[in-house]
């Protein structure tokens, strides 16, 4: 059987990840979103919070925007943020329930860290970038779709009421308590300097508004065309090496994916598959690594040669901190893995025609870690900007 070039050359472009930085467009589209009404009508300290997604793959710019009268203290702590997507509707059916992407309990901060409390004065803003998969994470499909609706929110849960007006319902925050996402700031005045204008609030919102809020709510933004599910490329190889899960790690010595070699073919193959010829690329946090195994030397055995029918799969599951450079997992936050194959034994020698050839993931495994010897991502000092300057 002939080698297989063109899957390896098609994948390699999967591999790399572009650097990512601030884009001026998707500054001032954040800044002119929070420009009206308060989705919820509530002032919140004239604090407004904008989400713009980009392409499937790429960061989000999530900005705080500081539209009020008074300077204010803000946690801008991304652990705090959370995702409510609601899936589009079919024709003639019920919309499906909205999907909640958030971190884990044990993530998420309960108090506000003072690190991460940063005083914003009028005209200010906060950005940073996320990877919504982080949040959206071990969902079976992906809710990050065409026509979704993505409403996000930072900071902690309000204590709410249910009241009845006009024979409906309505759910109604109260007065909040602490943990608040922002303060008012509040300095001693000079003898003869005139008293600060109260902030204003709506008459829906609890009065300790005026002072304090649990949490900043976004605008909601509709997804687009772009997010629909890639095609397959046809590579012409017989085979196809997808890496069919991932894993929410608590340590990286949880850390595991779970790679396929699927027969894509009309017809039964042989391959010489093993999990020690696996390699991964790694995309972290902190850079690019490759993990791999230590050199294979034993000759193949005619066993060692698989027989797969077209439509069958083989699997093989790979705990990443035995292949991965020592410490190299240690940052807590997104690893997306892709997986190399080089299959490089015919089996001539038993008389066989086994596949040959480089096979590369096209979609990454996503891991998540919790813990590890550096803060999670979103523990660090955003970028601040001034707003007239977009």
Known sequence: MPAATDGAATSDAALQTPFFEFDADRIREAIAS????????????????????TEPGQPWLVGVFHRG??????????????????????????????????????????TPEPELQIELQPGEGLIDLVDPRLYCFGKRESPLVPGAEVVATLGWPEKTKTVWRKGKA????????PPFV???VTTI???????????????????????AVKKLVASTVTLGPAFAPPKAPDTGAPFELVLVEGSDAPTPRDARVTVALINRSSEPQYVFFRRELLNFEVSAPHGFFTCRPG??????????????????????????????????????????????????HSGFEFGLDAFTGRLVSREPALVRIHEGWSAFPGQHAPERIRMDDF
Not at 306 to 327: D, F, K
């Open 34 to 53: 929070t420009a009206g009404e308060p989705p919820d009508g509530r002032s919140r300290l004239g604090l407004r919070l904008a989400v713009v997604p």
């Open 69 to 110: 009268t008074h300077p204010v203290r803000v946690t801008f702590d991304l652990r705090l943020l959370e995702l409510e997507i609601r899936p589009p509707a079919t024709s003639g059916q019920k919309a499906p329930k909205p999907v909640t992407c958030t971190l884990p309990g044990g993530i998420r901060p309960d």
């Open 170 to 177: 309505e759910t109604v925050a109260v007065e909040q308590q």
């Open 182 to 184: 922002a303060r008012r």
């Open 189 to 211: 005045p000079e003898p003869d300097a005139v008293p600060a204008e109260p902030v204003a609030r709506s008459e829906s919102a609890p009065a300790s508004d005026a002072e």
């Open 295 to 344: 050199p294979d030397r034993r000759a193949p055995e005619r066993q060692s040669f698989v027989r797969v029918a077209p439509g069958e799969r083989i699997t093989a599951t790979s705990r990443l901190v035995e292949l991965c450079p020592e410490a190299a997992l240690g940052v807590p936050g997104l690893y997306l893995i892709h997986a190399r194959l080089h299959a490089a």
